[in-house]
């Protein structure tokens, strides 16, 4: 796992560009490939576009297959529903048909959270594949502040477990 802070604006090229020459220098430093590079979010990967523009998420969805093509791994864009979850994504309809998978989260009724294949290219959409709960777990000393560093860890429902397919 590398964490590799980019301002990176996925509608302008030479950003792209610019992107593409650190995950390249990336998989040498690292004697291996890339295979998956996540954007957390994708509103925060085109500040000042229009998720709800065609034109902009077009843009969008185009260079995200270059950086693809780029590193020949998976490029998972997180991008949350609207306000009606029932409606799907927020934004453009482009998103979700440009997409080859998506995965939705659903739930938090009783603590419980359910994971959805919502589109799988070539697959079965609409596919329950988990049911988890999120714990808490401390995963260090205490910060300078004298609080404890903690992190949400996923805890698969006895039972669901062997249902996953991811």
């Given amino acids: 796992f590398h964490l590799l802070k980019y301002a990176l604006e996925i509608c302008d090229q030479k950003s792209v560009e610019g992107l593409i020459k650190r995950l390249e220098a990336l998989a040498t430093h690292i004697s291996a490939k890339v295979r998956l590079v996540i954007f957390d979010t994708l509103s925060k990967a085109m500040p000042g576009r229009d998720e ?83 714990e808490t777990r401390q995963l260090g000393t205490t910060t300078k502040k004298g609080r404890d560093i903690t992190s949400a860890v996923i805890a698969w429902v006895e039972g669901e477990r062997a249902k996953r397919h991811v």
């Avoid at 260079?63 to 029932?86: L, S, V, Y």
């Fill in 52 to 134: 709800n523009a065609a034109k902009d998420m077009s843009l969008a969805i185009r260079n995200m297959e270059a950086i693809q093509r780029a590193t020949g791994g998976c490029i998972w864009a997180i991008h949350h529903p609207g306000k009606d979850q029932d409606r799907g994504m927020r934004g453009n309809s482009n998103v979700p048909a440009g997409a080859d998978f998506i995965l939705r989260v659903k739930g938090k009724k009783g603590g419980l959270c359910e994971l959805w294949i919502e589109k799988l290219k070539d697959g079965e959409d609409n596919k329950h594949i988990a049911t988890y709960r999120l």
